[in-house]
């Protein structure tokens, strides 16, 4: 069966300090991978999402990067972080990202920037 | 572009109470309508799904029907629990991003014994 696994679950960062949130898919090859943010008060917003190696689409342009490593690795970055980039990361995958496709979502990172 | 309205919350109901949370659209094209919700600590979960017009995703108790003329997918359930409290996010795919879910802002639900 199909797993998909994020981490940290937790983390406190200062502002202006680097980020690196990690999301492994195991059980199956070549998903669609897509990185959402939800913030206080707010809804889920896509970040960037990912049709395969190397290949990242964003939708939000900030101060985030994202990469894919590996066909079943997907990373979010930043080099500097904001307080507003407070907040809780779901990473999803699909089988073949069709109109159709349920997401699955692993179990979330909350981050709080001080 | 496409987008998806839910109602506003927080929804307070008593156990056994009817559900009904308002989702309408906004869309290019004939999109796949889905309801997922989230547990209190815990990821999103799909609840149901509706790909085409007419059709009625089912699960849990839980209902929504995809309304073509009226752009909605409401979500009911008769009779709720109290282990339904939870926030339900309604949800669009986008053919513009990768077929990402593009999502309402949520409705948290509240019910008490």
């Known amino acids: 069966s199909q797993t998909i696994h994020q981490w940290p679950a937790t983390l406190v960062q200062p502002v202006g300090s680097p980020l690196s949130l990690e999301c492994t898919v195991e059980?199956?090859?070549?998903?669609?991978l897509y990185w959402y943010r939800q913030a206080a008060g707010r809804g889920l917003q896509l970040l960037f999402y990912s049709v395969g190696i190397g290949q990242i689409s964003s939708e939000v342009p900030q101060n985030l990067s994202a990469s894919r490593p590996q066909d079943r690795q997907f990373i979010l970055s930043s080099k500097k972080l904001l307080l507003s980039d407070s907040g809780f990361y779901l990473c999803a995958w699909s089988v073949t990202g069709i109109a159709s496709e349920t997401q699955y979502f692993g179990p979330g990172t909350r981050l709080l920037v001080l | 572009g496409n987008s998806v309205t839910q109602m506003e919350g927080p929804v307070t109901l008593s156990e056994e109470a009817f559900l009904t949370i308002n989702c309408t659209y906004t869309a290019t094209g004939y999109p796949s309508l889905f309801w997922y919700v989230q547990y209190p600590g815990e990821g999103l979960q799909l609840l149901l799904k509706a790909t085409k017009a007419d059709d009625k995703g089912s699960n849990k108790g839980f209902e929504a029907t995809y309304r073509k003329e009226t752009t909605s997918f409401h979500l009911e359930k008769g009779s709720v629990q109290v282990s339904d409290s939870a926030v339900y996010f309604c949800?669009?795919?986008?053919?513009?991003?990768?077929?990402?879910?593009?999502f309402g802002k949520g409705t948290s639900l509240l019910v008490t014994p």
């Open positions: 059980g199956t090859s070549n998903p669609n």
């Open positions: 949800a669009l795919s986008d053919r513009n991003s990768g077929y990402a879910l593009n």
